[in-house]
Structures are given as structure tokens and as C-alpha cells.
């Protein structure tokens, strides 16, 4: 890894029983980049921070992140890092100035460090007027500033932010895009995911001498890393003929068992006394539920979902 690269990725892979979310990735992100990851949800972006946060343990591969190897030292990487997660794990019951505080306390920041980087980081994202208004009371694009103060407060010189736009109105994410855009300019790498690309070119809007280029999963960079300052790596997890000929023959599987069940069941209830025709509606509505979450099931993995059980 050359001092130039914030994060090396090799040949990353998870895997959860017999579904792949990651397949061998590997990418180089070179410091104060704002580095965009793009893909259809499914695709394995979430899953690939939590492999690069240290949340996830890969099956295959390594990775460095500011000099950090994951195999290595987590808590080390865990100190040079800021996460933003796309489910905002908050502490409700806490105000939004305490919660700000509670975790740059957590990082070890001294208390008067503590106190003056919480009180920047109110007024930038425009939570000052709301510091003492409890978590469970804020609206989600609140939330979201929030999540990502707590995420800044230690200064991080890598930010992974997972679906940042999400969900938060106009005005706050015009907040939040101003701000990625300073981390940049002081020489802050940002991780970016998003499922759409608009999402992507809104949060770089304004900026200056940014350029996007696309790089299609298993094809080499179709630009010089080094000539660009945003890289989208596009995740192609389109289903395969025999992907969707396998969700069409569990769909009409569970329609025709669907049909004689009840088929059978109407003809022969005509024969039973009234506590078991009742007792055989709930059987047959156990199995109904049974064959429906069978087939969810079926259907979830065909689109990529992984699943564990």
C-alpha cells in the first residue's frame, strides 16, 4: 500500500451459507477522495462497510484502511475511522447535545475538547436550537445529521457514510452536502454508498474539479485513478435466465399445491363434523402461511438478498 492510498481492497468476499453478498472486490481509494460506491440495493454495499468498518468478519480477502490492515488491529482501525450506518443505531432517551458528547467521550476526547467539537458540530448541521430535545423526538433528517456528527465528532481521517441522502428532506441534505464537501477539501476520504446515481451527483454538486468515472465489477478502471477525484464502481447483480426461471417455477409450484390443497380440503370437509372441519382450517391456513414464507424465502435469494437463518 503506497502512502498516496487511504484504502487498498484485496479480493474481498462474504459469503452467508450458500449465498455470496461480496464476491472478490478489490479497489484502491487514494486519500481525500471522495470515493463513490454505486449499485441496485442487494448488491452487497452495506455488507462491504461493515467488512471495512471491522463490524463484519470477511470469508475471503483483506483490506487496508489508512494504513490499518483488518486482519490486524481493529481497534486501531476503529480510531482512525467515522461510520455513518444507513440504520442510524441512536440512544433515544439521551438529547441530541448529550448523545453528541456521550460518544466523543467514548473516542477518549478530553472533556473540554469534547465540549467545544459538539458545540461546532450543533451549529454547522443547524442543531443548536434542538440540543435539548430528547433523540426519539427528532424528525429523521435530525437523525441523520445527528448520526453523522457522532460519526465526525473524533475526526476521523476515513468517513464511511452508508446511504447518507436517504430519507432527509431537501435542506438537510443540502447541510450534509456542504459539509462532505469541506471534509474533502481539508483532506478527508469519504466512502459513499448509494443506490442511485443522482443521489451521488447531488451530494457532489458545486464541487470543484470533480470528475466521475464508472468502473463495471471484475473490469479494469476504464480512467487513471490518479487523473480522477470521485470513482463509482457500478455492482451488477442483474438476475441470470436461470435465476429467473428457477423464482417462475417456485411461483407456479406454490400457486398448484395452493389450488388441490384447497381443492381437497373443500371436498372432503363436507364429511367432517364442525370441530374438525374447524381444526382443518387452521392446518390448512398453517400450511398456506408456510408455503407463502417458503416461497419469500426463495424469492429474496433469487434478487441477492443474503440471508441467514
Not at 494504513?67 to 450506518?85: E, M, Q
Amino acid at each position: 500500500m503506497s502512502d498516496t492510498d487511504a484504502i487498498v481492497v484485496e479480493g474481498l468476499t462474504k459469503a452467508f451459507r450458500r449465498q455470496t453478498a461480496v464476491d472478490r472486490v478489490s479497489f484502491r481509494v487514494a486519500r481525500g477522495r471522495f470515493f463513490g460506491f454505486l449499485g441496485p440495493n442487494g448488491a452487497g454495499k452495506s455488507t462491504t462497510i461493515r467488512m471495512l468498518t471491522g463490524l463484519l468478519r470477511p470469508t475471503a480477502g483483506d483490506a487496508v484502511v489508512d494504513g490499518v490492515r483488518l486482519s490486524s488491529d481493529l481497534l486501531a482501525l476503529k480510531r482512525r475511522i467515522g461510520v455513518l450506518t444507513e440504520e442510524l443505531p441512536l440512544y433515544e432517551r439521551l438529547s441530541g447535545e448529550e448523545h453528541l458528547l456521550f460518544a466523543a467521550r467514548m473516542h477518549g476526547l478530553p472533556r473540554p475538547e469534547a465540549r467545544r467539537r459538539t458545540e461546532e458540530l450543533l451549529e454547522f448541521l443547524s442543531l443548536a436550537d434542538e440540543r435539548g430535545k430528547l433523540v426519539v423526538d427528532y424528525s429523521q433528517g435530525m437523525r441523520k445529521k445527528l448520526a453523522l456528527a457522532c460519526a465526525l465528532v473524533h475526526g476521523p481521517s476515513v468517513l464511511f457514510l452508508d446511504e447518507p441522502l436517504n430519507g432527509i428532506d431537501p435542506v438537510s441534505g443540502r447541510v450534509v452536502s456542504d459539509l462532505l464537501r469541506r471534509l474533502t477539501a481539508r483532506g478527508v476520504t469519504l466512502f459513499f454508498t448509494s443506490h442511485a446515481l443522482d443521489v451521488v451527483e447531488r451530494a457532489l454538486a458545486g464541487a470543484e474539479k470533480e470528475s466521475i468515472a464508472l468502473m463495471p465489477l471484475a473490469v479494469p478502471m476504464l480512467a487513471d485513478p490518479g487523473a480522477i477525484s470521485t470513482t463509482l464502481i457500478m455492482l451488477n447483480r442483474a438476475a441470470t435466465p436461470e435465476q429467473k426461471a428457477a423464482f417462475y417455477i417456485s411461483l407456479a409450484a406454490v400457486i398448484a399445491a395452493a389450488f388441490v390443497i384447497l381443492r381437497l380440503s373443500v371436498h372432503s370437509a363436507r364429511r367432517l363434523s364442525p370441530i374438525a372441519q374447524k381444526m382443518m382450517g387452521r392446518l390448512l391456513g398453517l400450511l398456506l402461511c408456510a408455503m407463502s414464507v417458503q416461497f419469500g424465502i426463495n424469492a429474496l435469494r433469487q434478487m441477492g438478498v443474503p440471508l441467514t437463518l
